[in-house]
Every structure is written in structure tokens, then in C-alpha cells.
């Protein structure tokens, strides 16, 4: 991983699911200590240069930020999960709503949150509550391509890249911070670097990456027989 600097213009896992994956650190040290700034982030492969989207940047220190009034919703459409990648503040509700045809059965296995949502089809009767800051990889038992990332964040602020590959902070406390930068297609879980940037210039991340997964259109035969349940 490489870290740019420029000029501030504007101020049971089931096989074949790819692992989940580390974060890079990077400590900020500010310039002006006498109140908190916004901070533009972009993320970009370093093999092509182009811009990642779906990467979560995000500081920690500060007063951590309330969970979320209303829950979180990550649906399940055209058998994929809807976002791909979400973040949401520790201590947040999220639902699962299936309008697929089809029945899901909503899995994770990830120390920051486990659970399991049986087979169903429309709404859960009972959103889940992320209650530990993390990375929650999600699955689903009869489509092994569905795949989708919950980040659970605890900092005084998190932002996720757009298709432009940027994503912008605010509130970002005063002093030395620690951000923590993550892309669901980094090789590594346990991928964890830090650096050391002087000033609040806007910042660009360089992050090696696996090449995106081809879309696994087939259906196998256990797929196809719960499809018709």
C-alpha cells in the first residue's frame, strides 16, 4: 500500500467465499488542533489507478456516534444483497427484507457479529443488533454468490467511497487520529499498516486488490430445488 498526498483543491463458511478481509491504518496528525475539519479521502487500485468504490474510511477518537433511530435495512433483490458493502454505527438495528421470489437463508460467521436468519421469505420478524464494532461478512445458505459486508464502526466518524472513490469525513477530532481504511477485495485479513501524515490536506490511499469476482450466474441443483419452495 501507498499513501499520497496532494494539494487540498476544495477541501460453518462455505466454500468459494472469498475471505473477509483486513483494514489498513493510517495516522493523521492535524494542523489545526483548535477544532475539528472535514477530511476527503480516495481510494484507488494501485495496479490500474482506478478508483475504488465501496471502501469504508473511517477515524477513531472522539465521542463515539449514536446508533442509527430507525433500522438499517440490507435487502435482498435479484438474488444479491442490497447494498453490497453498509456501515452503521455500533449499536444499530438492521433488517432483512427478501423480495426475491425466492427464499434466503441470511448467515454470518464473523466474530463481530454471528447469526443466522432461516429460510423466510419477506421481512424478518426481528431486526438484528450490531452491537460490536467490526467487519460482518454476510452469506447465503442456498446462493453462494450472495455476499455483502455489514462495517460496524465505533469512531468519532466513517464514510464509504462512491463511484469516484472518494469518500469525505466529518467531523474529524482535533490532533493525531488514526484512520482505518478497508475494501472488501484487499487479500489480506490480517492486512493492518500504519503511516504517518503531517497536515490536513485531502489524501489519497493506493491499496492492492484481488480482481472483482466473475458474476456467477448458474444455479445449482440445491439452489434450483429451493427455489421452488
Not at 499520497?4 to 462455505?14: A, E, I, Q, V
Not at 489507478?49 to 435495512?73: C, F, M, R, T, Y
Not at 472513490?165 to 500504519?194: F, I, K, M, S, Y
Amino acid at each position: 500500500m501507498m499513501i499520497k498526498r496532494k494539494n487540498r483543491s476544495r477541501s460453518r463458511k462455505r466454500p468459494g467465499y472469498p475471505g473477509i478481509v483486513g483494514s489498513v491504518m493510517v495516522l493523521l496528525a492535524a494542523v489545526t488542533p483548535t477544532r475539528a475539519e472535514d477530511l476527503s479521502v480516495t481510494v484507488i487500485d494501485r495496479h490500474n489507478g482506478e478508483p475504488l468504490k465501496n471502501a469504508v474510511v473511517s477515524v477513531e477518537g472522539g465521542p463515539s456516534p449514536p446508533p442509527l433511530p430507525e433500522p438499517a435495512i440490507m435487502g435482498q433483490r435479484n438474488r444479491a444483497f442490497q447494498p453490497h458493502v453498509m456501515v452503521i454505527p455500533k449499536g444499530t438495528q438492521v433488517t432483512f427484507p427478501n423480495h426475491d421470489q425466492t427464499k434466503h437463508h441470511v448467515y454470518s460467521f464473523s466474530p463481530a457479529k454471528t447469526f443466522n436468519i432461516e429460510l423466510y421469505s419477506g421481512r424478518p420478524k426481528q431486526p438484528i443488533t450490531f452491537d460490536k464494532a467490526g467487519i460482518v461478512e454476510l452469506g447465503c445458505n442456498i446462493h453462494d454468490q450472495m455476499q455483502a459486508f455489514i462495517v460496524v464502526t465505533d469512531g468519532a466518524s466513517a464514510a464509504r467511497t462512491g463511484e469516484d472513490g472518494t469518500a469525505r469525513l466529518t467531523g474529524v477530532p482535533e490532533g493525531t487520529n488514526q484512520l482505518h481504511v478497508w475494501h472488501p477485495r484487499l487479500p489480506d485479513n490480517a492486512t493492518r499498516q500504519q503511516r504517518t501524515i503531517d497536515g490536513r490536506d485531502a489524501v489519497t490511499v493506493e491499496l492492492t486488490v484481488r480482481s472483482p469476482p466473475e458474476d456467477d450466474q448458474g444455479m445449482q441443483g440445491l439452489q434450483e430445488r429451493f427455489d421452488s419452495l
